[in-house]
T-cell receptor
Framework: NAGVTQTPKFQVLKTGQSMTLQCAQDMNHNSMYWYRQDPGMGLRLIYYSASEGTTDKGEVPNGYNVSRLNKREFSLRLESAAPSQTSVYFC?????????????FGPGTRLTVL | DQQVKQNSPSLSVQEGRISILNCDYTNSMFDYFLWYKKYPAEGPTFLISISSIKDKNEDGRFTVFLNKSAKHLSLHIVPSQPGDSAVYFCAAGSYNTDKLIFGTGTRLQVFP
C-alpha cells in the first residue's frame, strides 16, 4: 500500500497562475482533507470531503476549490495563485477503524508563489 | 480564536530524560485528543490519542495525560531518544464532525 500520495512535491508559480494539487489514497477511506502548514500557524484545514461526492469548507477556504473525483482522489485547485498561498500543503485521509479520527497524511507539496 | 494552543514553540531535552509537551484547549465539547509527530519534509504521523472520558493513555514510551478541569493535555516521552526530535502537534476532535483542530506545534530537540 502506498498510503496517501501527493503530486507534485514542489512547485513554483507566478502570481495569477493556476494549478491543481493531486492527492490519492489506496486505503479505501471515506474522508479526505486538504491542509496548509505555515510557520507558527500549525495545520489549518482548507477543505474536506466526508464521502465521495461531498465537499465542505474548512477554516481557510478562500482562493481554493476542490474536487472529489472518486473515492480515491481529492484534488485542490488554485485558480489565481497569490503570494499568500505560499505554503506546504498536506492531503490526509481518515482511517475507518480508528475511534478518534486518526488521519493519515501524504508527504506534502511545497508551493511557492512569486 | 484558536481553540487548541501549544504555547511552547520549542523544547530541548537531553537523551534519556523525560520530554513533556503541553497543549491547552478552550472547547470543553471535544470528545478526543490526538498527538501527531512530524519530521522535516514528511507528513505528520499519528502517535497516540485519548478519549475525553479518560485521564491517561500509555503506549510504550509515550503517555498522554488529560486534565479536563484545566482543559490541558500533555505528552510525556520517557526516555527521550534522538530519533524523537521532530515537531509535535496536538489535535482535538468531536464525534459529530469529521474535522480535527490542530495546535501550532512544538519542536522537540533531543540532544546526546
Amino acid at each position: 500500500n502506498a498510503g496517501v500520495t501527493q503530486t507534485p512535491k514542489f512547485q513554483v508559480l507566478k502570481t495569477g497562475q493556476s494549478m491543481t494539487l493531486q492527492c490519492a489514497q489506496d486505503m479505501n477511506h471515506n474522508s479526505m482533507y486538504w491542509y496548509r502548514q505555515d510557520p507558527g500557524m500549525g495545520l489549518r484545514l482548507i477543505y474536506y470531503s466526508a464521502s465521495e461526492g461531498t465537499t465542505d469548507k474548512g477554516e481557510v477556504p478562500n482562493g481554493y476549490n476542490v474536487s472529489r473525483l472518486n473515492k480515491r482522489e481529492f484534488s485542490l485547485r488554485l485558480e489565481s495563485a497569490a503570494p499568500s498561498q505560499t505554503s506546504v500543503y498536506f492531503c490526509a485521509s481518515n482511517g475507518l477503524a480508528g475511534a478518534h479520527n486518526e488521519q493519515f497524511f501524504g508527504p506534502g507539496t511545497r508551493l511557492t508563489v512569486l | 480564536d484558536q481553540q487548541v494552543k501549544q504555547n511552547s514553540p520549542s523544547l530541548s531535552v537531553q537523551e534519556g530524560r523525560i520530554s513533556i509537551l503541553n497543549c491547552d484547549y478552550t472547547n470543553s465539547m471535544f470528545d478526543y485528543f490526538l498527538w501527531y509527530k512530524k519530521y522535516p519534509a514528511e507528513g505528520p504521523t499519528f502517535l497516540i490519542s485519548i478519549s475525553s472520558i479518560k485521564d491517561k493513555n500509555e503506549d510504550g514510551r509515550f503517555t498522554v495525560f488529560l486534565n479536563k478541569s484545566a482543559k490541558h493535555l500533555s505528552l510525556h516521552i520517557v526516555p527521550s531518544q534522538p530519533g524523537d526530535s521532530a515537531v509535535y502537534f496536538c489535535a482535538a476532535g468531536s464525534y459529530n464532525t469529521d474535522k480535527l483542530i490542530f495546535g501550532t506545534g512544538t519542536r522537540l530537540q533531543v540532544f546526546p
